[in-house]
């Protein structure tokens, strides 16, 4: 018999769109500046600085959700070591790949960027999905933590920014910037209504979820199809080189990373549907 975990989840639907209506200005207030002054994309912060922001909430969050959980201290230090070193190393690696240009079209024989967004979903998907202690810390964690967290998808509106300076293809990047703006802008909305604890909140999750992944597979397709390289079927207007540094580390780690988390959210929603001995 398992002890039952009660979530500290509190909140408002209301809440979700009263945040909705100052995030949207703020996010468009963001793209105005990024296109005006595209040296602040180019530079790497904001997309470096989201990425180390998302991962110290991922760190705490998982040690958080440890602590709610029955392991003995030392099965918790173990499991957070197990989790949190192999996804530092990976960001480093991104990062590392990405300064480098490891990601470039031709640089390498084999076809590294696509390689990076599909492998470690490939093999982390899996892994997550089975693992019973990481299902131990899905049930000690509150529901609406692994949805809130991808606020930080909202930057994504870079993309929609070097389309309209002609920078990115269009038919990339309107659909690539929107789909991951409107992901972040309806992540806090989302964690809201799910933190509500009512059927509707918890069908919303699913449904923001579900967007979130599919925004994830019009953006790669398109991406795989329009820029240069043996999978490219179309031509667009503006051409562009790929696997450049700052903006290469979204598909390189942005995407995998938070495909991870959408397949997390959606384990952790479907098990607390699932009565409990």
């Given amino acids: 018999m398992t002890t039952a975990v009660v979530h500290a989840d509190t909140g408002s639907p209301r809440q979700g769109w009263r945040i909705l209506l100052w995030l949207t200005p703020l996010t468009a207030l963001w793209t105005l500046l990024i296109y005006v002054q595209p040296a602040i994309q180019t530079s790497g912060v904001p997309t470096s600085g989201h990425q180390l922001i998302a991962h110290a909430f991922i760190a705490l969050g998982l040690w958080l959700g440890l602590e709610g959980t029955e392991l003995t201290p030392e099965q918790r230090w173990t499991t957070w070591l197990a989790i949190i070193i192999p996804y530092t190393l990976w960001f480093a690696l991104a990062w590392s790949g990405a300064i480098n240009g490891v990601f470039r079209t031709g640089v390498t024989r084999f076809p590294a960027l696509p390689s990076a ?46 389309g309209l300076r002609g920078a990115m293809p269009g038919i990339l990047s309107w659909p690539a910037g929107f789909g991951d703006v409107l992901t972040g802008l309806f992540a806090l909305p989302a964690a809201l209504a799910v933190a509500s604890g009512t059927v509707e909140g918890r069908r919303a999750a699913i449904i923001w979820n579900i967007f979130g992944l599919a925004d994830f597979v019009v953006a790669v397709t398109l991406g795989l199809i329009t820029f240069p390289g043996r999978f490219q079927l179309i031509v667009p207007e503006v051409s562009a080189v790929a696997g450049i540094y700052p903006d290469v580390l979204t598909p390189a780690f942005v995407v995998p990373s938070s495909i991870l988390l959408h397949a997390l959210s959606l384990r952790q929603l479907f098990r607390s549907a699932r009565p409990r001995v």
Wanted: glycine share 6%; hydrophobic share 65%; no cysteine.
């Fill in 117 to 162: 967004i599909l492998m470690p979903v490939i093999i982390g998907v899996p892994l997550l999905l089975i693992s019973k202690r990481v299902g131990q810390v899905l049930d000690a964690m509150p529901r609406s933590w692994l949805i809130a967290l991808q606020l930080y998808r909202i930057f994504g509106i870079w993309a929609v920014a070097a």
